[in-house]
């Protein structure tokens, strides 16, 4: 196997999630964009792993793997309360900050 | 070798293939069903890449909870379910744009780099033993460092989903 294919799924996997970052309204819709982008970055730390023949890219994929779930968990409560507040989950409508 | 390649380029296509359909359909439910389907074809890399613990992990976590989680959001936000909301924004061809140079770059660097380089064959196999070893050895103050991050980050989500 080449270490190229799988650095490649990684970068194409990214660039589909940076995508539905940018161009997606729904912010549940943005916050599972980051999870793609995220499932990414852990593609790459497995397969440097296995080619540097260390255990710590598995340790960091789990890592990862934890700070994502950690993440999820506060964004959703963070679209909930704007939803309460604002009726509303489009991202373009949360512009308060705008000057 | 043969046959590693041959899963290798069946559960891509599919992977690539959902992760499209996940950020250009309309529908929010199949969105999350296609990102279901991402997760499950990353974790059978993980397989072909013998880490196999980071698999079971990646099922039980991302499949079995944060999807949960994205399915309790997406009802408890009242996401209009079925074709009837604009899900893409009118920025969408910039959007792309950005995407596809990105991609560009990164897929141009990493032929530069690592050409035709194999990955190690017949080399050391991690098992799950070791890397739990390692994690309470080399890595338990990042460990314990994650494991307050999570619970901060549970007091945090009551604090703020909380009705007061």
Redesign the interface.
């Known amino acids: 196997m080449l270490l190229n294919q799988f650095l490649i799924l990684g970068a194409v996997l990214f660039c589909i999630g940076v995508y539905g970052v940018l161009a997606r309204k729904n912010a549940v819709m943005v916050l599972m964009s980051i999870e793609l982008m995220l499932n990414a970055v852990n593609i790459n730390m497995v397969v440097f792993g296995v080619q540097h023949e260390v255990v710590s890219g598995q340790v960091f994929a789990l890592f990862i793997i934890a700070v994502a779930a950690a993440e999820v968990g506060v964004g959703l409560a963070i679209v909930l309360l704007l939803y309460r507040n604002q009726t509303s989950i489009d991202v373009e409508d949360f512009d308060l900050m705008k000057g | 070798?043969v046959a590693?390649?041959i899963a290798?380029g069946i559960i891509?296509g599919i992977?690539?293939l959902s992760?499209?359909r996940?950020?250009t359909t309309r529908n929010?439910v199949h969105?999350?069903l296609f990102?279901v389907a991402?997760?499950a074809g990353?974790s059978g890399?993980?397989v072909?890449?013998?880490?196999e613990?980071?698999a079971t992990?990646?099922v039980l976590?991302?499949i079995g909870?944060?999807m949960v989680?994205?399915l309790?959001?997406?009802m408890?936000?009242?996401?209009p379910i079925g074709k009837s909301?604009?899900?893409?924004?009118t920025?969408?061809p910039?959007?792309?744009g950005?995407?596809?140079m990105?991609?560009a770059v990164?897929?141009y660097s990493?032929?530069d780099q690592?050409?035709?380089?194999?990955?190690?064959?017949g080399?050391?196999i991690?098992r799950t033993a070791?890397?739990g070893d390692?994690?309470f050895s080399?890595?338990i103050i990042?460990f314990e460092a994650?494991s307050v991050?999570?619970l901060?980050?549970?007091i945090?989500?009551?604090v703020?989903?909380r009705?007061d």
């Open positions: 070798m590693q390649n290798f891509s992977v690539v992760a499209l996940m950020v929010i969105s999350a990102l991402v997760l990353l890399q993980y072909l890449l013998a880490a613990f980071v992990t990646q976590v991302y909870a944060v989680l994205f309790f959001g997406i408890l936000t009242k996401a909301m604009q899900m893409t924004g920025q969408w910039i959007a792309a950005v995407a596809l990105l991609g990164i897929l990493l032929l690592f050409g035709s380089e194999r990955v190690t064959e080399g050391k991690y070791d890397v390692e994690v080399t890595y990042p994650i991050l999570l901060a980050a549970l945090g989500a009551i703020l989903a009705k």
